[in-house]
């Protein structure tokens, strides 16, 4: 099954506890798109500017990625984004945001991509997102993610997006700040009643909860003590999780338990360095040894 | 295995978002004595006030639970406390606390119980759960609980009743306090140096983590949309936790992680209803049951 993801392609700067890093790739289709190809092919969607550099694109060069929807606007910006963590590594300020090309007109989808089987929008404008979706109708699973922005300030169009979508990948806060429940399980059941089928709440160190119509499944986090910037974590969360689905071919109950194991590990190891270094020297042998490992700690008696 | 307790037996009033209970059973060593006791029976050693009420004592009376060491103290008043959770039932506020016979003389361990092979010590002054643990010499498994209040103010003796039993079952809040560590296993690491052979750590709705030499279990709570009243919940998943390895006579990791799972079993009925309401009409069937579908959900694949 063919995988298409559109979301940003940015330039990061971010300081943690364990250091900080100046402008380095990043961006939620970035970090989605190499979480998603340890699985699966992936197909990106995304704009960036002409001072784009070259040593990023390289980055995301292989035989795994298609690049041919990544749009490189003359006379535009990259967007950037400059963040810090706090102590406990759960709570993050944004301390600037330049949209810059993400504020001009949308990237568009190369024809070729149109035959797409799963996709995942992240997180935009709720319009942009539903614009996106309309322009591969015959996909089978569409997911996307939003957040507290657009939750407060477009309510209304983030509804019809939900209503036109597969699954939701959302934060806990998220998750209450839409539906008004203080629980999360109840949270996701609130998602439900709008639309989707699924909705996995990322909980960052508290692991993760998937919530559909045939049950409810919470796991932990991957217990890690080596985290250095969880910048990413979220978005290769959900790499993870669409890589491994479209991968298996497969997305009932039972397939969304095992994908959420992998978006779990996945996003474990992107926490445990700077930028996208962990997840570009990910090898296939370490993510299934951490699955495995992961998948037995869970195994009790 | 014989299985002691020590610990507040006291009348408590509390206020949720669901309702309020007035003057009902409360205290760290009931909620811990019925949740051991649908595993093993108990030994409880606590002090109340000649104001108990006799239906209290009836409500703990069972062919499980020996009664033996709970003194009713002439003369002194019952400990009384009074709290309310917020909205997200993970943050509470104490509006009351009368330690009235707490601050008076100890419990005595009654001779019969001195060769108690498991020993929980729950909650309270560090060096009154030191005298209490050197009652009990012989005993092959003795674990405490503590608190902010003495972590800050008697660290010292604190240190020493750490450096006294074999584990320890905490929330977070306290394990980071106490080690200077944010990372919840990085601070159960921090636990062991200080002498125990395994600490849990206990994250309320995002479930606990255990710390050993052996390894590192992490374990979401279980999914629960029924909360009524958060209180007893650390108590009676300590009760779980202890009850289950005092009956299956194993103190090794496996034993521990399966011990877990039970604790945040029994743990999640607790909260179903105010005051200790589930746990006594909690049946064995029930419990078992709930431990097949919490064991059910973890195993993936």
Redesign the interface.
């Known amino acids: 099954m063919s995988l298409l993801v559109t979301g940003t392609v940015g330039i990061d700067t971010v300081i943690t506890p364990q250091g900080r890093a100046d402008d380095v790739l990043g961006g939620s289709a970035v970090y989605f798109t190499l979480a998603a190809a340890a699985f699966t092919p992936v197909r990106l969607v995304a704009v960036v500017g002409d001072d784009f550099p070259d040593t990023f694109r390289s980055a995301l060069t292989s035989d795994r990625i298609d690049l041919a929807g990544l749009e490189r606007r003359a006379g535009s910006k990259t967007f950037r984004w400059t963040g810090k963590y706090l ?3 759960n709570e993050r300020q944004t301390l600037r945001t330049d949209l810059n090309v993400i504020a001009e007109a949308p990237p568009v989808i190369p024809d070729p991509f149109k035959d797409s089987t799963v996709v995942f929008l992240a997180n935009t404008h709720p319009a942009l997102q539903l614009g996106m979706r309309r322009q591969v109708p015959d996909a089978r699973l569409v997911v996307c993610d939003t957040m507290d922005l657009w939750i407060n300030a477009e309510r209304d169009a983030l509804r019809e997006t939900l209503a036109a979508v597969d699954g939701v990948v959302i934060n806990d806060s998220e998750a209450v700040l839409l539906t008004g429940q ?2 999360v ?2 949270a996701g ?1 609130g998602v439900l009643k709008m639309g989707p089928k699924f909705a996995v709440i990322k ?1 960052g160190a ?2 993760a ?1 998937l919530v559909t119509a045939d ?11 080596a ?1 250095k910037d969880p910048t990413g974590a979220g978005d290769s969360f959900a790499g993870g999780m669409l890589g491994y689905l479209a991968a298996c071919e497969s997305f009932d109950y039972a397939a969304l ?2 994908a ?2 992998r978006a779990t590990v996945v996003a474990s190891f992107t926490i445990e360095d700077f930028s996208v270094r962990r997840l570009q020297a990910l090898t296939r042998d370490e993510l299934d040894g951490r699955v495995a490992e992961f ?1 037995k ?5």
């Not at 700690?297 to 008696?301: E, V």
């Open positions: 102590e406990n590594m203080s629980d399980i109840t059941r909980k508290h692991g909860v049950g409810v499944t919470a796991i932990p986090a991957f217990p890690s003590e985290v338990r095992r959420l194991v998948t700690m869970l195994t009790i008696d």
